[in-house]
């Protein structure tokens, strides 16, 4: 027989993308752009569990569908994803030595996928991507100093010290994203199947929100919004239904340009990452059955640097 099973048909995958946006100027120089930007992706590859054991008691590997083996793959089309998103932007060409640029965007990024962890072989749900932010703000600016021959502040200044105090540029960029999604989970092998951890980590019941009103290190959402389910059972909270922490950055330079002779320049740069040498925090850990669940245990950035460089252009 060739027929090929139904279960490794394979269908091409494919994505169809759509956007609409419209743009004005609303004053000299400066301009206003929103645009709603859509995906989706179809039949996208993924490695679906096919020999995990209905939930139940009993010797796992004898109640396996092909009993020979342990975990086993195989390659489908199983995933597909979805992205929505209204985008903004507010742009001020360069004018009296200032330039900016404003940009937000508010979407919605979400994947049906296998969730083996809430119901064994062929189960799906659909729920946030891991990388899932729904609110992403930048901010740059670029500004020339004021400060040297023609500028308000020492415009009398001579040419030594012009050359020490003027031309100076500063620039900066500031972002803002919101906390990425998580899901609560259980640490035992409640539903006797034989798989954990993960993608196919167990979950719990939810009995609550889950959500704190003022999280800490310590407890970044409510364990007590969440109970181990019954054994042989699956539990019923959903995918990526909490969230972490948020993230503010901000970036620094400060550079000037010297005149060596001709069309050659001495460029020297400050800058700085993280200027405010801001913390926030990661994920925490997820399992509530755990004396560590909801706790967090590291940070989502670095710390701030500095660093110099001199360029020499010719």
Known sequence: NTEVPPLV?????FDQRWNFGVQREIANRMSLEVNYVGTRGSNQQEAEPINIPAAGPGNIQARRPYPRFGNMSIHSQARSSEYHALQSKLQKRTSGGLWYLISHTWGKSETTQPAPGIGGNFTYDTGPASFDIRHLLTMSFGAELPFGSGKRFLGGAGTLANGIIGGWQAQSIVNYRSGLPFTPTISRDAANIGTGGGRDSQRPNRIGDGKLENPTIDAWFDRSAFASPPDFTYGNSGRGILRGD???????????????????HLEFRAEAFNLLNSVYFDLPSTAIDTTTGGRVTATSNTARQLQFGIKYLF
């Open 9 to 13: 048909d394979a269908d091409f995958g």
């Open 246 to 264: 948020h993230q503010w950055n901000v970036d620094f330079s400060l550079f000037k340009r010297f005149n060596v002779a001709g069309s050659q």
